[in-house]
């Protein structure tokens, strides 16, 4: 089956420190990854979008990696903060059916004072 | 105006109730989406309208019915669920189908079925 895969134990971390989420696919490579962050009870929200020809991108503490030859997206918070503490999940595409977001069930990251 | 609202936000039915959940955005996309998503569970997309025409039903029941009155607006009639349709419903927009921009996501009716 095409699965898209995220570490699915919480990652507890010290404020300050990086986060690092990691998102694995198999089968098809998407043309794009996506990155949301989900808050319980509420809908995701949009962080980043990398396409298969980048390598790194960045906004302001959040940077994402995409390794098509692993199969593999990185997601980092720097200097995260208590207020990053939510769930992070991961989604691709194909080039031919943008429309069709499969996610990845998502990472809870939980970030201490 | 970036948001998809959606209402209700909570409800409860019957499995013999007919109910409607609704999406309503402004901000000229021309794509929206519904999509399901179980406690712990990735949201599955289940609908998707581009232009107000269904382009995509990933094999959803019958039960749920979708309808897109115009650009701004997407309901999902329901009819006869079961308990295990409880669930959150997402409601989504993009720019169009094909541009590679991100979806927009409303805050879901938390739905339960007794």
């Known amino acids: 089956s095409q699965k898209i895969e995220q570490n699915s134990e919480a990652l507890n971390i010290q404020e300050g420190k990086t986060a690092t989420l990691t998102c694995n696919y198999t089968n098809y490579s998407p043309a794009y990854l996506q990155w949301y962050r989900q808050d319980p009870g509420r809908g995701p929200v949009f962080l980043l979008l990398?396409?298969?020809?980048?390598k790194e991108k960045r906004k302001e503490r959040l940077k994402v990696t995409f390794d098509t030859t692993l199969k593999q997206s990185l997601f980092h918070i720097t200097a995260s903060q208590p207020a990053d503490s939510a769930t992070y999940l991961c989604a691709r595409s194909r080039a031919d059916s943008w429309g069709k977001l499969q996610f990845g069930a998502g990472t809870q990251v939980v970030v201490t004072p | 105006d970036t948001e998809v609202t959606q209402t209700p936000k909570h409800l409860v039915m019957g499995m013999t109730n007919k109910k409607s959940l609704k999406c309503e955005q402004h901000m000229g996309h021309r794509a929206m989406y519904w999509y399901k998503q179980k406690a712990k569970k990735p949201p599955e997309l289940m609908f998707v309208?581009?232009?107000?025409?269904?382009?995509i039903n990933e094999s959803v029941p019958s039960r749920f019915s979708p309808e897109c009155p115009n650009s701004s607006l997407l309901n999902l009639h329901l009819h006869a669920l079961q308990p295990e349709d409880s669930a959150l419903y997402l409601c989504?927009?993009?720019?169009?189908?094909?541009?590679?921009?991100?979806?927009?996501f409303g805050q879901g009716t938390r739905l339960t079925v007794v």
């Open positions: 989504a927009s993009s720019l169009d189908a094909d541009r590679r921009t991100e979806a927009f």
């Open positions: 309208y581009s232009y107000e025409k269904l382009s």
């Open positions: 990398i396409r298969e020809n980048e």
